[in-house]
Structure formats: C-alpha cells, structure tokens
C-alpha cells in the first residue's frame, strides 16, 4: 500500500489545489522519524522550487508526479505508508514536507506525511525524469496497458502469475491487494505460470484489471485495518468492503459460496485466493 487507486486518488484530491498554483515556500517539517529519501539535497530541491508554478498534478504507476514550468519534476512516492494532505494530517509527528501554493487570491497547503519514513521525494529535471521512469524501468501502466502488450509481456517469463502481476517492469500500478482480487475475478489460479495463461484467461484478466482498478478509484481506494491510507482530506477510502479475497482467509468465497478462501506465501507476499474458483490446472 497504497497501489494504483491510492495514488490516483491522492492526484485527484490535490489536482485543484495544486495545479496552477506558484510554490511560494517549500519547507522540511520537524520530524524526528527516520528521514525520507530525498533526492537531491533539500536545499537545492528548495531553490528549484521555489516561485515555479505546477503546471500539471498527475500520477506515474504509485508515484505522484508534479510538473513544474521550469520542466522539473517532484516525483512522490508514497510507498508503504505516506499520505498526499491538504486536510488535517492524522498526527503532526509525521509531517515530512509542505508545500505553500497561491494562485491570484487563493492559497492552499500541500503537506506528504510519512509514518514509516519509507517514502521517497526527487526533483527531477527532464531528462532525468525520462530516463527514472522510461520503459527500462517501468512497464505500461495497468489503466492503459493493451491487451497485447500483457499476452506478450506473460508469455515472456515463467514465473508465477501473481508474482509476474507485481513486477513494475512488466506492468505498472499493480500491487499485493489488486493483483489478488484481480486473478480471483479472473478466475486464475496465483501460482499458475505466467507463461501457460491462456490466451481467453488473458483476456479476462485484462479486462479485470481495468475494472476492478476503475471500480477502486471510484471508492477512492482501500483503507486497511490499520487505517494508514487516507485520501487528500485524511478521510477513509471504501473499497476495502468491496474485497473478494484479500485479508479474508478462512471466510467463505462470496463468488462460490462454498469454498473457504485460502492464504499462501509468495515471494514473502501474503496472497488470497478460492480454491474452487481458481482451481490449479
């Protein structure tokens, strides 16, 4: 957490605030945590950034992207447990970063808060942009990849289904949670050979993908029992009561009706699935 509906969330939450607005301060806040990674230096990312106005507030995979007119780039990635805020932040201890913004009469404040201090924030200039999130590094995002590119992108590798569905190389934006509920929709067992998927399971899953993402982001995406995930407004997200397996070991399936969903480990990932829906071929 949080994957692709969390971020996009966060874009869309801080979109109006943000974009358009000229930085008129940037400031580290005092946090006594374990400190983000930060790249480059805050003093030089303060300089670059200073009276630039963001010119676009977009999302790249689980990162948060604001473009600036000077054609430099923050690239936030929120990672475990960091928070895009303008509302109140669950607790002043773990504010890392704000943003002052003001567009003719109007300001707003942009915090990142960062409970873990796993997150990380780099100014980027153009280039370096394209070359940190270029296709080397990072495959066709999972809202706009084509049904083509993921046969041709399974059928490459070997490994496990759910495994290959985390892999950002392969396609971007998918995390633990949705790659669960996206092969029980799909009706995929998790530890099927990404490269013996048929080519209608493909399809299916493709399809998947795209739905149950959408359906996410509708929801605003998923606060878990630990209620780190919040949106821009430090409000729950909902689509954690929509789950079909993720967190729910030992509950009957809700698709079958009969099976009890089942938990495994994989690459030391905690995944979800129905035996009877996704019955190991």
């Not at 070359?131 to 993921?150: F, H, Q, V, W």
């Not at 995406?221 to 967190?247: I, K």
């Amino acid at each position: 957490m949080p994957e692709l509906p969390e971020v996009e969330t966060m874009v869309r939450g801080i979109r109006e605030a943000v974009e358009g607005h000229q930085i008129t301060e940037f400031r580290k806040c005092p946090c006594s945590c374990k400190p983000l990674t930060m790249t480059p230096s805050f003093k030089t990312m303060r300089t670059r950034a200073l009276n630039q106005t963001v010119i676009a507030v977009r999302r790249f995979a689980k990162r948060v992207i604001l473009d600036l007119e000077n054609e430099s780039s923050f690239v936030i990635e929120p990672r475990m447990t960091g928070l895009m805020l303008l509302s109140d932040p669950p607790d002043a201890e773990h504010l890392r970063l704000e943003w002052q913004l003001k567009k003719g009469r109007s300001q707003s404040v942009l915090w990142f808060w960062d409970r873990r201090g796993l997150g990380t924030v780099r100014l980027y200039r153009k280039a370096e942009l394209e070359t940190a999130l270029g296709p080397d590094r990072l495959g066709p995002d999972a809202l706009l990849i084509s049904l083509k590119e993921l046969k041709q992108r399974c059928a490459a590798t070997k490994r496990a289904i759910k495994v290959a569905l985390l892999d950002q190389k392969l396609v971007a934006g998918i995390g633990n949670l949705y790659a669960s509920e996206i092969l029980h929709v799909s009706r995929i067992h998790p530890e099927r050979a990404a490269n013996q998927i048929t080519d209608s399971e493909i399809q299916t899953m493709h399809k998947a993908i795209k739905r149950i993402l959408k359906t996410a982001i509708r929801y605003e995406g998923s606060t878990l029992g630990d209620g780190t995930y919040r949106n821009a407004l430090n409000q729950s997200g909902s689509y954690q009561n929509q789950h079909r397996v993720y967190s729910r070991e030992g509950e009957v399936c809700s698709s079958c009706k009969g099976a009890e969903i089942v938990r495994i480990v994989q690459t030391q990932r905690s995944t979800f699935y129905c035996p009877c829906c996704q019955a190991k071929k």
